[in-house]
């Protein structure tokens, strides 16, 4: 889901979570950092996704950041990213 995100020429980095829903349980929100100067809505970004993934794996979300949290090897730190993007 991350590979195809990053194909959007808006983006330069994005991980995925998974967030609390009230009727699935769990449902995907896309974090995501843009390219100096580029604009895009989450509208935009989600329906990029249409037809480049299965449709119930598009997120049901989208949130901005700056920057994301990683490893000293460039692995996404998840957890991090859940306590600082996955208030419902």
């Known amino acids: 889901m991350e ?22 349980g769990e449902v995907g929100r896309a974090v995501v950092v843009l390219r100096p100067g580029a604009l895009v809505s989450e509208a935009e970004l989600l329906g990029f996704l249409d037809g480049k993934i299965a449709r119930f794996k598009i997120p049901k979300s989208v949130r901005f950041a700056g920057s994301l949290p990683r490893t000293g090897t460039g692995k996404i730190l998840k957890k991090r990213l859940r306590e600082t993007h996955g208030d419902g």
């Not at 995100?5 to 967030?19: N, Q």
């Open 3 to 24: 590979n195809a995100l990053r194909e959007h020429p808006a983006v330069a980095d994005c991980g995925v979570i998974g967030v609390p829903d009230t009727r699935w």
